[in-house]
C-alpha cells in the first residue's frame, strides 16, 4: 500500500502514516527500511496489518528523463565540465544559485581569476558530493528538498 508519513518522533522511535486508504497506521522504527530516518511528507510503500504498518519503503518518484541516465549523473557531469558557469543549479532548477555562479564566474574574469577560480572550486566540490550520494539520497536533497549549497 501507498501513503504518507505523518509523524516520526525520534525519541520513541514511532510515528504515524496515513495510508493512500484514508487509514492511519502506526510503525516503529524497525519496520523502516530506508537508509535515513523517516520524515513527515515522506512518501512511503508499505504491507499492513490491522492499524499497524510492516515493512515500509521510501517510495522515491523516479526522475523523468527520457535517456534513463539518473538526474545525479546529469547534475555531477554539469558541474564538473560547466560548474564554474552554475549550469548545474540551472538543470536542478536552482535558478538563483545559478546566476550568482555565472555572475561570480563572469566577475573573475575581469578581476583576473581569482573569483572565478574559487567559484570552479565550489562547482569541483558539489561534483564530488553528487557523485558519492545514492540516487535516493541525492533525489531526496536536491530534487525534493531543494538543497541549493552542497
Known amino acids: 500500500m501507498k501513503g504518507k508519513i505523518l509523524e516520526f518522533n525520534a525519541e520513541s522511535r514511532t510515528g504515524v502514516i496515513s495510508g493512500d ?6 510503525y516503529k522504527i524497525n519496520e523502516w527500511k530506508g537508509t535515513n530516518l523517516p520524515k513527515a511528507g515522506d ?11 510492516e515493512a515500509i519503503f ?3 518518484p523516479v526522475a523523468n528523463n527520457n535517456s534513463g541516465i539518473s538526474k545525479r549523473l546529469v547534475a555531477a557531469l554539469l558541474a564538473f565540465f ?28 575581469i578581476l583576473l581569476g581569482f ?3 574559487i567559484i570552479s572550486i565550489v562547482a569541483f566540490i558539489e561534483f ?11 533525489e531526496q ?6 538543497k541549493g549549497w552542497f
Open 82 to 109: 560547466l560548474g564554474g558557469l552554475g549550469i548545474h543549479k540551472f538543470y536542478l532548477g536552482y535558478k538563483k544559485q545559478g546566476i550568482i555562479m555565472l555572475l561570480v564566474f563572469f566577475l573573475g574574469l
Open 43 to 53: 512518501l512511503v510503500d508499505f504491507s499492513a496489518k490491522e492499524e499497524i504498518a
Open 141 to 146: 536533497t536536491y530534487v525534493v528538498g531543494k
Open 58 to 60: 521510501l517510495d522515491t
Open 115 to 117: 573569483p572565478t577560480l
Open 128 to 138: 564530488i558530493i553528487y557523485l558519492l550520494k545514492s540516487d535516493e539520497e541525492f
Open 21 to 26: 486508504d484514508g487509514n492511519r497506521y502506526s
